[in-house]
């Protein structure tokens, strides 16, 4: 991928999304455009080339252990991937309690990037609504 983004146009989502698919039907109902981060390491690997923001599950049972897909993780260590993010959403499960959306945090702070928004599984439509009017604001600010 080597398309780039504009001051006008909302910024490029990559995302995980494992097999239930929560994250991706949240992609879905954005309606921006999005890349996924490959299920499989038998799939070729994705490489941005652009700013992005990163949207991806928390595993785990809240304790932050496992909580960031490994996925996500080798995504990120590729350093032409981590270069381009400016921000990351996190999915979650309210009942990991305190650990809510706590792979959202660890990436926002070995990035060095804001965590942005945290959502419930797939999201209700008001998370669709905030998230859209709010990445809108939030990039035309970052150009």
């Known amino acids: 991928m080597t398309a780039t983004a504009t001051a006008t146009e909302a910024p490029l989502l ?11 039907r949240f992609i879905d109902k954005l309606g921006l455009r999005a890349e996924r981060i490959p299920l499989y390491r038998s799939e070729e690997p994705l490489q941005v080339d652009e700013p992005y923001v990163l949207v991806t599950p928390t595993y785990g049972g809240g304790d932050g252990n496992g909580a960031v897909p490994k996925q996500v993780i080798r995504f990120l260590n590729d350093e032409r991937n981590r270069r381009g993010i400016r921000g990351v959403i996190s999915a979650g499960n309210t009942n990991f309690g305190e650990g809510f959306c ?3 945090d660890i990436i926002s702070r070995k990035c060095d990037v804001p965590h942005l928004y945290r959502l419930e599984l797939f999201g209700t439509a008001d998370d669709v609504a905030r998230v ?3 990445l809108e604001s939030w990039w035309k600010r970052q150009q």
């Open 14 to 24: 990559v995302f995980f999304s494992s097999i239930s698919g929560n994250t991706a």
């Open 102 to 104: 706590i792979a959202g």
């Open 132 to 134: 859209s009017d709010g």
